[in-house]
């Protein structure tokens, strides 16, 4: 019975063997029946296609409409709209996009009825074998100055590299460099230099100072000149440029606007009237606040009065003052001392602030020879309104007459303006001696009848330096 028991199991096992077997292979073979399917349709289906000057994206939608392929792109890897012709008959999906994509960098793959487009990848470039390393050698040498002393902390370089060393206290170095190295020596305040080492391998070098100018001189004070951003306190320089542009009979018209915290007031005389240069603000109501002008170092009293009078250094005519006099063509610069540090100097004079001028002096080795000429009209901007419809008669004193013919306009009374300025300048000398010679004629008429202004100016200056630069004599 037991026996019997078992045979029977025995043959169930192998009868449900026998049904997995069948299973799997009944899979296997539906699976190889769909993959084979896929396959064969890129290989059992062909296209016929005629089309001449259309675009790739017009070809994909002709295939599209004639078969089951579906293309996937994107513009960065194909241009869809570029132009093509093809003409195939009955040609395999392979065959027509080889002939679709000849001649340009792009691939494609058929998976089942989906095309995708990409770009082929670019072969690796052959690399270069670097050349081997140059055999290095060492140098060394000596680093000293003009009169022979060592320059300590000298900067040696390999060019090209970041190879290099220093010098050391005796001004020594040593360095281990390529056979054909250039040395590149550096040192504050001295002139780089660059030296081949070809095939050497001992150097004394000398390094040159470097001659450099000082940017932004201004005139301080009693003919000091000082770097602009080395002073403590406020000053502002004007170059002879912005004087002679737009010229005017009085020089310090044309500061208006062009300096910072000072205020210039040109009066309504005419050519040559007074200018209020007010800097440092009204510090008192009796007397004048007007800036103190200095020229050349030496204080110069501006007197301004209504009426004409001699005060022993200027003459002035009513409304004018004395810096009208100057000549702006002999103007070097003028340094405007504002702060109350910069005018210290010049005591109590100068507590309204400083107007520095600073004339020109002859050239060192070279002469030169400048005529300017400058000339300018003027008209009023604008004509006052007047009520010319009514008027008194003769005799009359009422405030309101009868109607009148007679009309007044004012523009008959306004003269146009005008100002001519003429200069010629000789400018000559040598490191000893330098001269500068002038001459200048201001001639100004205003707008009003009877304003003018002529103004002529002769200048001499000689400058001589004596006993090896020990004396000069300015005059």
């Given at each position: ?351 309204n602030g400083v107007v520095m001028i600073t004339t020109k002096k002859g050239n060192t080795n070279k002469t030169t020879l400048t005529v300017s000429n400058s000339t300018l009209f003027s008209n009023p901007m604008m004509m006052p ?91």
């Amino acid at each position: 019975m037991t026996k019997t028991i078992s045979n029977l199991l025995k043959f169930a096992n192998t009868q449900k063997t026998f049904l997995i077997m069948r299973l799997v292979i009944l899979f296997l073979t539906i699976g190889m029946g769909i993959s084979y399917a896929g396959n064969s349709y890129s290989q059992v289906t062909t296209l016929s296609l005629k089309l001449n000057n259309k675009t790739v994206r017009e070809v994909f939608k002709e295939i599209e409409k004639n078969s089951e392929y579906i293309f996937l792109f994107n513009r960065e890897t194909l241009n869809p709209n570029r132009v093509v012709s093809i003409n195939v008959e009955k040609e395999t999906i392979n065959n027509v996009l080889d002939k679709l994509f000849e001649g340009t960098d792009n691939t494609y793959k058929v998976s089942d009825r989906q095309v995708y487009i990409s770009k082929a990848e670019k072969p690796q470039q052959n690399v270069i074998a670097e050349p081997e390393q140059q055999q290095k050698r060492s140098i060394s040498g000596t680093v000293v100055d003009q009169k022979g002393e060592a320059v300590i902390g000298a900067n040696i370089v390999e060019k090209g590299t970041t190879n290099g060393t220093v010098t050391d206290i005796d001004g020594r170095f040593s360095l281990s460099v390529n056979n054909d190295a250039i040395l590149q020596i550096s040192y504050i305040g001295y002139l780089t230099q660059e030296i081949s080492t070809d095939g050497k391998t001992a150097f004394n070098i000398v390094l040159k100072e470097q001659a450099t100018m000082l940017e932004d001189m201004v005139v301080t004070a009693l003919g000091i000149r000082r770097a602009e951003k080395a002073l403590s306190y406020n000053v502002q320089e004007v170059n002879n440029k912005e004087l002679t542009t737009v010229r005017s009979a009085n020089f310090m018209n044309a500061l208006a606007g062009k300096v910072a915290g000072v205020a210039i007031n040109s009066s309504a005389a005419g050519p040559g009237a007074a200018v209020k240069v007010i800097m440092r603000g009204a510090k008192s109501l009796s007397k004048d606040n007007n800036a103190l002008y200095v020229i050349d170092g030496i204080p110069m009293y501006n007197s301004s009065y209504g009426n004409g009078v001699s005060d022993g250094l200027y003459s002035t005519q009513p409304g004018s003052e004395g810096a009208a006099d100057i000549n702006p063509d002999d103007i070097e610069s003028i340094s405007l001392l504002t702060g109350p540090s910069a005018a210290a100097l010049y005591g109590y004079e100068g507590a309204n602030g400083v107007v520095m001028i600073t004339t020109k002096k002859g050239n060192t080795n070279k002469t030169t020879l400048t005529v300017s000429n400058s000339t300018l009209f003027s008209n009023p901007m604008m004509m006052p309104k007047f009520q010319n419809t009514y008027g008194n008669r003769n005799g009359e004193v009422t405030s309101w007459g009868d109607a009148t013919n007679y009309r007044y306009d004012p523009a008959k009374f306004f003269n146009t303006g005008s100002h001519a300025s003429n200069s010629i300048s000789l400018s000559t000398g040598n490191a000893k001696n330098q001269t500068y010679l002038s001459a200048a004629t201001t001639n100004a008429q205003g707008i009003l009848p009877g304003n003018a202004y002529n103004r002529y100016n002769f200048t001499f200056r000689n400058t001589a330096s004596m006993l090896d630069d020990k004396l000069t004599l300015d005059a």
